[in-house]
């Protein structure tokens, strides 16, 4: 039963440290996405990843966040320092190019 | 960008009625898909439908692309199909999905 898998599945921490999601999309999509979902903001796209290349960061705060896809089986995302204001359900999803897309998860991310 | 209204954004059922839920959106889409966020904050995939109609037990859905909405039927409801249904959407060569704000529905035994 191929699915997208997330690590860690809950995260606390003090803000000001730094903070690593990782992300393993299902085998043979090409196609990564983060998006993080909040009360107030609700879902919405930070990145994505098409054949491991970056295609679009726009929603993503650039001076703390990155994201990163080292291969084919692993994409980071990666936030320094972190916020409290970054408490959030950070979700990964995979897909193939423009089709339907499958979430992970998420990470559930608290910063003290 | 796109914008994708919900409606209605509450939903309480007995248990065993049926309901629709509606989606509409402002441009021509090449993805729309229905999740289930369960209580536990899973995203389920319902359908991926762009346009037609499909069916999947209880559950059934119709995309009118040319009129911009889409619908969700759930008939029978059981408690289990208590959580946040979205629908999400995306455009053009970019497949970012934008998601409306989700319609809360409660099915009471």
């Known amino acids: 039963d191929a699915r997208v898998t997330q690590t860690p599945r809950d995260k606390v921490t003090e803000m000001g440290q730094e903070v690593t999601m990782r992300c393993q999309p299902i085998?043979?999509?090409?196609?990564v996405f983060w998006y993080r979902q909040t009360m107030m903001q609700g879902l919405e796209l930070l990145a994505y990843?098409?054949?491991?290349?970056?295609?679009?960061d726009s929603g993503m705060p650039k001076d703390r966040f990155s994201a990163e896809m080292p291969d084919a089986t692993l994409a980071t995302l990666k936030i320094q320092p972190s916020e409290p204001r970054d408490s959030a359900v950070y979700f990964c999803?995979?897909?193939?190019?423009?089709?339907?897309?499958?979430f992970g998860p998420g990470t559930r991310l608290t910063v003290l | 960008g796109i914008q994708v209204e919900q409606s209605p954004p509450d939903l309480i059922l007995q248990e065993g009625a049926n309901s629709t839920l509606r989606c509409n959106f402002s441009?021509?889409?090449?993805?729309l898909q229905w999740f289930h966020q369960n209580p536990w904050g899973q995203l389920i995939n319902l359908f991926y439908?762009?346009?037609g109609t499909k069916q999947n037990g209880r559950l059934s859905a119709t995309t009118v692309a040319t009129e911009r909405y889409s619908l969700l039927y759930i008939s029978s409801s059981q408690t289990t199909d208590s959580g946040v249904y979205f629908c999400?959407?995306?455009?053009?060569?970019?497949?970012?999905?934008?998601f409306g704000k989700g319609i809360t529905l409660s099915v009471r035994p």
């Open positions: 441009d021509s889409v090449n993805n």
């Open positions: 999400a959407v995306s455009t053009g060569a970019n497949s970012k999905l934008t």
């Open positions: 439908i762009p346009s």
């Open positions: 085998l043979g999509h090409n196609t």
């Open positions: 990843f098409r054949n491991r290349a970056p295609l679009d």
């Open positions: 999803a995979s897909g193939v190019s423009v089709g339907e897309q499958f």
